[in-house]
């Protein structure tokens, strides 16, 4: 059940387009913006009020990679994978970040810290490799530096 917040925002959301539907996006991250994921159930409220059915929305949910469709860590962390970051030694960076983490991609540290997840490029492929977490940037990576970035993460 969506909270009066939240709906009252994506009303307000809806109210800005000609068409409900292309509030779509909007209405996802204010709930995820509330709950940190986007549920089945917030996705089948969320479709009533844009005159969708729940399969359109989660098909636009789950093409969205922003939008997170299962529950997630209090810090997501996006490691680009994309060819810059690749070149410039995603993959040794993705390495330590498994091993701090003790985690795979696509999943959550068991104290619900952190949840690490690829992004495609984030536009910063002069300062490759980059990772986004929560919704801040950082670039220029090595492996030295990943310690001191997490750390920063409660
Ligand atoms: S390829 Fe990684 S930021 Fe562009």
Redesign the pocket.
Known sequence: MLTEEEKTKIEAEIRENEQKQAACIGALKIVQAHRGWVSDEAIKDISELLDMTPDELDGIATFYSLIFRRQVGRHVILI?D????WIMGYENILDRLKNRLGIELGETTPDGRFTLLPVA?????DH???MIIDKDIHGDLDEEKIDDILSGYV
Request: one cysteine or more.
């Open positions: 680009c994309s060819v810059s970051c490029c984030i536009g910063l492929c490759a490799p980059a």
